[in-house]
């Protein structure tokens, strides 16, 4: 399978088409809350994204956002359907730790959903560790939030 990875901006347009995929499901799985959740995940404030594609076809994505001046957080991590549990979400979420060190931070933070449990137990696998709530997900009771030193 031949795979690559770019990095680029909010504007992209496969970033666009994999967001509203991503958004459709999180609309089933979040349910009542989808609308609490969908209001903080704007992309025109994201400046750095990076697009999965195989065979030429962006079949995932994820960005950072500066959270601190030590921390990225991670946003609008996805990966088709068709194309999930092959490890390619290890090798978006490798890409996006790097860059943080790269813009001089050592920290990345992330909230999913519980009702996500294979988003849970990947973040898991890729080391990293719950933390308390977070800003806006603070009293959420579907929220999990997430930290790993990069």
């Known amino acids: 399978m031949n795979s690559e990875i770019i990095r680029t901006n909010a504007a992209h347009q496969d970033f666009i088409t994999l967001v509203k995929e991503l958004d459709a499901y999180l609309k089933i799985t979040d349910k009542d809350e989808h609308d609490f959740y969908n209001q903080f995940n704007n992309i025109d404030v994201i400046k750095h994204v990076v697009i999965l594609y195989v065979n030429k076809v962006a ?79 603070v009293g959420m009771k579907n929220s999990i939030c997430f930290e790993k030193n990069v």
């Open 59 to 137: 079949v995932g994505c994820g960005a950072i956002k500066k959270f601190d001046n030590s921390t990225m957080e991670i946003k609008r991590m996805y990966v088709s359907n068709d194309y999930r549990s092959i490890g390619l979400a290890q090798k978006l979420i490798a890409e996006l730790e790097t860059w943080t060190k790269e813009l001089g931070l050592s920290k990345c933070i992330l909230e999913t959903g519980k009702r996500q449990k294979a988003a849970v137990k990947f973040y898991e696998k890729c080391n990293y560790n719950v933390i308390e709530n977070y800003g806006q997900y």
